[in-house]
């Protein structure tokens, strides 16, 4: 009985590990969201958007997804006007797959920045993720809050230090258009962003260019959506119906004439 009861045990710990890596928070495969003040020098916000690494291509996204997750910019950038903040995306794989925000064409779109700085990307975005996963604002599980003074924050290792802002780790080109200033968000009450996708198998090639995969939006309540860059077309069916219809109301209008 005593043996049984330690199986038993050992599989319930097993079991509650493997649910607790499920949920983890800022894990590897889930994107990130990072508002922070523009000079860097106040708050850091990062919130985690689940994981959606399904995403490799427009075809993929075929229904607007509200993520939810809301910021309280007052409440967490006291004093501060939204056209102080910047809001920048970032997602990863283990294998070298890299999602990133950036410009809304037709602007110059957006390509790797040189060869070979897939691992020290990777390294920097882990950095980032495991100090979000260690203070989480207070109640939540998917939203962190830090000092972009603090040294493994987006703010020091993704835009270097205002050295190379917007490029995630001298990962990709593009600068500044990486990241979104929220300014519009008094006024439109949001604003737009490309996610564009690299597969591992070109993330770390010089020049390679990211796959356009969705407009992904920052709303004035905090909140953030994911819209489809394709259009759904409408069944033939739909065109179908519609034209009997006509033909319908065609009929009707000869009968009354006669």
Known sequence: MKKKLLVF????????????????SFAVGDLIEVVYQ?????????????PL???????????SGNLGNTINFTTLFPGQSVSNLNVAYFMYTASGAF?????????DGQTIEANGHVT?????????????????????TTQAQIASSAG???????????????????????????????????TTGYVDQYLYYY???????????G????????????????????????????????SGLVGLVGIRRRKMAV
């Open 9 to 24: 045990a050992a599989v319930f710990m097993l079991v509650l590990s493997v649910a607790g890596q499920a949920m983890a």
């Open 38 to 50: 523009t000079n860097g020098l106040g708050n850091e916000v990062a919130t985690d958007l689940g």
């Open 53 to 63: 690494t399904s995403l490799t291509s427009a075809a993929s996204v075929t229904d």
């Open 99 to 107: 999602w990133v925000s950036g410009p809304i064409p037709p602007s």
């Open 120 to 140: 020290a990307a990777k390294s920097a975005m882990n950095l980032v993720q495991n100090l979000y996963a260690g203070n989480l604002v207070s109640g939540s």
């Open 152 to 186: 493994n924050s987006y703010w020091n290792l993704l835009d270097k230090n205002s050295v190379a802002v917007g490029s995630f780790g001298t990962l990709v080109n593009g600068g500044t258009a990486n990241e979104a200033n929220l300014a519009n968000l008094a």
């Open 199 to 209: 597969p591992s198998s070109v993330s770390g090639i010089k020049n390679s260019a």
């Open 211 to 242: 796959v356009e995969i969705a407009d992904i939006r920052t709303f004035a309540d905090g909140s953030t959506e994911i819209i489809p860059l394709v259009t759904t077309p409408l069944p033939a069916a739909f065109w179908l119906l519609g």
